[in-house]
């Protein structure tokens, strides 16, 4: 036990370490030196975690997906019954989502905003798109525009509006920002634009 604890408190560390050192110089010129510096850890610690700071990265990004997969898959599957509607569904979705991004505001803005790995945010869109698949059936959907540019407008507007209330200092609550999505979503942009 107290094993997993010292393993979680240095990759907390690390992690934090590489949030402080983005906001000083870009990615390509942060080192494993560096890194170890400012997490006040030796570089055989840091070897015992990652094998660079690409796999550090790599794995701090599969962490995040792997725990925000968990939440909205859990929450939705132990809530859907009691929803009636598909704006319920796409509401507790979406804040579960935003909640999640509320939590580890620092390390998705660092993703999202910084952009310090550009794959991350289709990992986001994947991610959103697959959650999407699931709530509706879209095996039966009849319309217009194929499903596949369906979801790449929904996903791409969710990851704009992530990305945009992270560089606004997310003054809005994550339940607020859930509503306004699923509003837009719904009602489509050019209406609430016009409404």
Request: charged residues 25%; aromatic residues 8%; hydrophobic residues 45%.
């Amino acid at each position: 036990m107290k094993q997993d604890l010292r393993v979680k408190k240095t990759k907390k560390a690390i992690h934090d370490a590489l949030i402080t050192l983005v906001k000083e110089k870009d990615f390509s010129r942060i080192s494993v030196r560096d890194l170890c510096e400012t997490a006040e850890i030796n570089r055989g610690t840091f070897y015992l975690h990652y094998l660079d700071k690409f796999d550090l990265l790599e794995q701090l990004q599969q962490e995040l997906l792997d725990r925000l997969w968990q939440i909205v898959t859990i929450r939705l599957t132990e809530k859907m019954h009691q929803l009636s509607s598909k704006p319920d569904i796409l509401l507790l979705f979406a804040t579960e989502l935003f909640t999640y991004v509320d939590q580890e505001a620092d390390t998705f803005y660092m993703l999202l905003v910084d952009a310090i790995d550009p794959s991350f945010q289709e990992k986001i869109k994947d991610l959103i798109k697959r959650n999407m698949l699931r709530l509706t059936d879209h095996e039966t959907v009849s319309t217009a525009v194929p499903i596949d540019y369906v979801m790449a407008y929904v996903t791409s507007a969710a990851v704009g509006i992530l990305q945009h209330w992270l560089q606004r200092g997310r003054t809005n609550p994550p339940e607020e920002l859930a509503r306004m999505i699923v509003q837009i979503n719904l009602n489509g942009p050019m209406r609430m634009l016009n409404a």
